[in-house]
Structure formats: C-alpha cells, structure tokens
C-alpha cells in the first residue's frame, strides 16, 4: 500500500498542515474534516481521521477521533502504519487520564509499550545516490550527506520504496548519473525519525536507518522520474529546511 501525495485526501492533509505553520488553527481543522469527508478507503480515513483528532477542543471528541484512527491503523495491518500504533494507544490514554479512567489509562499505556517494536519490513530495500558503486560493496554510516556535504550522518538511509529512493538519487548532490541501488541490511534497523509521525502518521515513506552497513546486492533503472520542475520544488524544500533529513515522498 503505497502513499501517494498527489491523492486529493492527502492534499488536503498538506493543505491543513500548511495553515498550521501559519498559525491558522481553524482553517486546518477545516480542511482535515473535508480530508475526512471525501475519504473513501481505509488509509484515506486513517490519515484523515490522525488530523481530526488532534483538533478537536472536548476530550470525548478527541478520544472518539483517536479510537477511530486506532481500528482503521489496526485493520489496514500495513508497515505504513504500524509506527504510528505505539502514539495513539498514549494518546488514548492521556484522554483517559483527563477524564478519570486510570484503569483504562493504564492497560492503553501497556499496549502502546507492546506495540513498540522494530519495523516488521521485509523489503526489498532501495538506497538513491550518484555514486558509481559495485555488487558487494557495503555502504556504511559516517560519511557526508547526499545532499549536504557539511553534514556527517551518524546512519546509513534507506526505503522500500523504489520511486523514493530514485527522487533521493535525483537529488543527492554530484555529476554521476542517478544510480537505485538494492540493499540489504547488515544488521538492525530502525523506522527514520525523522520522517516518522512527523508530518504524516507512521512511516509511509517506508524509510529507515541502521548503524551497520548495507549491502549492495542490486540495482534497478525503472522508476518514475520527476519533472525538471517538481525537482527545482525539492530542492527549494532542501535548501530551506534546518538540517533535518527532508521527507521523501514515493510518487
């Protein structure tokens, strides 16, 4: 099940969180609930209902939106949603905490504790660059971004979204051609942080990171190009945002 921005649910979604950071409250609230409305599937009214939720003003409301997201997350049973299961069993809880249930408080706490776990993707795994690199060789955590030499990462990324990983490779800096490589993890693996419940619930970009190397065992050449002008727009994004490692969304 793969995310898809150009969706007109998930539109929405951007539009509300762009009337967010402008401090328009109202509006956002708006715009979600239309999200709402026009969802017609479950990852659609799962998104959505994310957003409702947070902008309701009564705590029975907010925890109805909540319970709602948490049975479709649970029904979908996708990787694009799991890690956002662990936040609303403690959201849950904190709504029951306001309103004076701790025994309900305390068993939604428990299953936000069981329900964080290490991503259950199994992959294929894709990594984006412009680096001429062979079958064998191993990617490692320690060297300089792919798109800010300035900055040294501490992890070695990647997705299990093939078209993500060809916009990163668009994007990464040099003069090489646009190389997707398939990985294989060496060892553990974590949900990206950065991405993850940051903007969109869960991780539905499918990004991850580890401290071991990876594997080069692969390498793909069919995936959706962007145009010279949606690149010029990440680019725009990338040279603005402080220092975080930007969302990249698969198309």
Same mark, same amino acid.
């Given at each position: 099940? *793969?995310?898809? +921005?150009?969706?007109?649910?998930?539109?929405?979604?951007?539009?509300?969180?762009?009337?967010?950071?402008?401090?328009?409250?109202?509006?956002?609230?708006?715009?979600?609930?239309?999200?709402? &409305?026009?969802?017609?599937?479950?990852?659609?009214?799962? %998104? $959505?209902?994310?957003?409702? @939720?947070?902008?309701?003003?009564? /705590?029975?409301? !907010?925890?109805?939106?909540? *319970?709602?997201?948490?049975?479709?997350?649970?029904?979908? &049973?996708?990787?694009? /949603?799991?890690?956002?299961?662990?936040?609303?069993?403690? &959201?849950?809880?904190?709504?029951?905490?306001?309103?004076? $249930?701790?025994?309900? @408080?305390? !068993?939604?706490?428990? =299953?936000?504790? $069981?329900?964080?776990?290490?991503?259950?993707?199994?992959?294929?795994?894709?990594?984006?660059?412009?680096?001429?690199?062979?079958?064998?060789?191993? =990617?490692?955590?320690?060297?300089? $971004?792919?798109? !800010? #030499?300035?900055? !040294?990462?501490?992890?070695?990324?990647?997705?299990? =979204?093939?078209?993500?990983?060809?916009?990163?490779?668009?994007?990464?800096?040099?003069?090489? #051609?646009?190389?997707?490589?398939?990985?294989? +993890?060496?060892?553990?693996?974590?949900?990206? +942080?950065?991405?993850?419940?940051?903007?969109?619930?869960?991780?539905?970009? #499918?990004?991850?990171?580890?401290?071991?190397?990876?594997?080069?065992?692969?390498?793909?050449?069919?995936?959706?190009?962007?145009?010279?002008?949606?690149?010029?727009?990440? #680019?725009?994004?990338?040279? &603005?945002?402080?220092?975080?490692?930007? %969302?990249?969304?698969?198309?």
């Amino acid at each position: 099940m *793969e995310f898809n +921005p150009n969706n007109n649910v998930v539109k929405l979604c951007l539009q509300g969180m762009g009337m967010e950071e402008k401090g328009k409250p109202e509006e956002a609230s708006k715009l979600f609930q239309e999200a709402w &409305n026009e969802a017609t599937y479950d990852l659609e009214k799962f %998104i $959505s209902a994310h957003y409702v @939720a947070q902008y309701q003003k009564n /705590v029975d409301d !907010k925890l109805k939106w909540l *319970e709602i997201a948490l049975q479709l997350a649970l029904k979908i &049973n996708d990787d694009t /949603v799991k890690s956002a299961i662990p936040s609303l069993y403690s &959201n849950i809880a904190k709504c029951y905490e306001e309103l004076s $249930s701790p025994d309900k @408080a305390k !068993k939604n706490y428990e =299953l936000a504790t $069981s329900f964080q776990n290490k991503p259950s993707d199994k992959g294929p795994f894709y990594h984006g660059t412009k680096a001429d690199l062979l079958l064998g060789d191993l =990617l490692t955590a320690g060297g300089s $971004s792919n798109y !800010k #030499r300035e900055l !040294k990462m501490n992890h070695i990324y990647f997705t299990a =979204l093939v078209n993500g990983a060809g916009l990163a490779a668009a994007l990464a800096k040099g003069d090489n #051609r646009e190389r997707v490589y398939i990985v294989e +993890p060496t060892g553990e693996f974590e949900n990206d +942080p950065n991405v993850t419940d940051k903007k969109f619930p869960g991780n539905p970009t #499918r990004s991850y990171r580890s401290q071991a190397p990876l594997k080069i065992v692969g390498e793909v050449t069919d995936w959706v190009r962007q145009t010279p002008e949606e690149l010029q727009k990440w #680019r725009e994004k990338l040279a &603005n945002n402080k220092g975080e490692i930007i %969302i990249l969304i698969s198309f």
